[in-house]
């Protein structure tokens, strides 16, 4: 009992002492950056001892392409013209072209092979492997030095790394709880909102170094400011924690029950988070009303808002539902970018739950990611909110190195809508008429 007992007291005190306090104050003691480099380093020779082993196997070279087909790039007029090279009719003649439904063909196959929604919700491909099991399922013996390496990596990762993220974690997220109820008893005053601040960047920071994780922080002069709204791209719940590591912001979202109910409830007494009941989410009027009276008053944190509504694989970025670009506030677009060598952020709901998620964050090798504050975007004139949106997504998209994509993220639960067949059948039909 008293050497346990001395196990644990030594265990808290390098904690406490080692990390807690440090992440306090903001301030990094270094370890994390020699970890990543020794990391790095570790997964350089790994690549090169694969790649030596797969030259004498004559196997599958290390870099694979991302795409499995070739598309061409052509618009729809182009390629129908190509296949009509053979017959001397025209587009806009008014006549149809038996050939023409080879197009429609060739792109419905292209759809079903690799279509560009689909393929946005599974994990992002690596060009080598980094050691985790989990992201080599044909993993087999390569030599004895890398399964070596490979086993030593997995007891650091299970028996150190997990309990350590798992003790900061929880003191994160106790230190969140207990401290938002305290100063939520507090009377509204510049104190009470100094306090609630410096509670919510601590818990986060703890958090962050419960993931190992190591950001890097762009343009800081653009910072999103109070009175404004911060829109992301979006891979991961864990997006919150990094952001939120570098300054305070209010949350928007559903009420949840069980424990995310019970840090909801903390969270809103200390700060003017704005959540909604179920039944208020689908009230456009009503979100888009508090959402408006949240950012008229100047002295509230920047709303905090993923406007793509679920979670992509980090190497793209969905469209950007309307709602939070129709209240004319300023937006300050963020890009967020996470390093896939040392560990998978993507969160794919439909087949892990959080609990599940949570455990393959803590028992990656890190969270390495960069974070870009653009300059601040506001609506022009003449400009409708669509049209801002994209206008904000595609500067994030360009800032991030994401591919910049029109299709809804909705489309991971639901049915392709009927104006999206309607319109190639409208273009077509533009075509051979003769009409713009």
Not at 10 to 18: A, E, I, K
Not at 399 to 422: A, C, N, P
Request: with cysteine; net charge positive.
């Amino acid at each position: 009992r008293g050497f346990a007992g001395a196990v644990v007291y030594v265990w808290l005190s390098v904690v406490l002492g080692l990390i807690v306090l440090p992440a306090m104050f903001g301030v990094s003691l270094g370890f994390t950056d020699l970890y990543v480099k020794a990391l790095v380093k570790t997964l350089e020779w790994a690549t090169l001892r694969i790649q030596r082993g797969q030259k004498e196997e004559d196997a599958v070279p290390a870099h694979l392409p991302n795409g499995i087909i070739e598309k061409d790039d052509g618009s729809m007029e182009e390629e129908i013209g190509e296949l009509r090279r053979s017959h001397p009719k025209s587009l806009a003649g008014g006549d149809f072209t038996l050939c023409d439904a080879f197009y429609f063909c060739k792109k419905g196959i292209e759809s079903i092979v690799e279509d560009q929604v689909t393929q946005r919700f599974t994990s992002e491909e690596l060009a080598s492997w980094n050691l985790l099991t989990r992201t080599n399922n044909n993993f087999h013996y390569i030599s004895v030095r890398v399964t070596i390496i490979w086993g030593l990596g997995v007891f650091i990762r299970y028996c150190i790394l997990l309990p350590l993220r798992v003790t900061l974690a929880v003191l994160g997220l106790s230190w969140l709880v207990i401290g938002t109820t305290l100063v939520g008893l507090l009377p509204h005053s510049n104190v009470k909102t100094w306090i609630s601040d410096l509670i919510h960047v601590t818990c986060y920071r703890i958090c962050a170094r419960a993931l190992s994780a190591r950001i890097r922080y762009h343009n800081k002069e653009n910072h999103p400011k109070k009175g404004g709204i911060c829109v992301a791209n979006h891979t991961s719940p864990i997006d919150i924690v990094i952001l939120a590591n570098d300054g305070c912001y209010a949350m928007v979202g559903q009420i949840h029950g069980g424990l995310m109910g019970v840090i909801q409830r903390s969270m809103v007494r200390s700060c003017p988070h704005v959540w909604f009941e179920r039944s208020e989410m689908k009230d456009r009027h009503a979100v888009a009303k508090r959402l408006k009276d949240h950012v008229a008053d100047k002295t509230k944190q920047p709303i905090l808002i993923f406007p793509e509504g679920t979670c992509i694989n980090n190497t793209s970025v969905m469209m950007f539902k309307k709602g939070s670009f129709d209240i004319g506030a300023t937006i300050y677009p963020v890009a967020i970018k996470y390093d896939p060598q040392f560990g998978d952020a993507f969160w794919n709901s439909g087949k892990y739950n959080m609990v599940s998620y949570l455990l393959r964050m803590m028992t990656s090798w890190a969270i390495v990611c960069n974070v870009w504050y653009l300059p601040p975007m506001s609506l022009q004139d003449g400009e409708d909110a669509v049209h801002f949106a994209n206008r904000v997504k595609s500067a994030i998209a360009r800032q991030g190195g994401l591919v910049d994509l029109f299709w809804d993220g909705g489309l991971k639960r639901e049915k392709v809508k009927e104006s999206y067949k309607e319109e190639q059948q409208k273009m077509y039909s533009s075509m051979i008429v003769g009409q713009d």
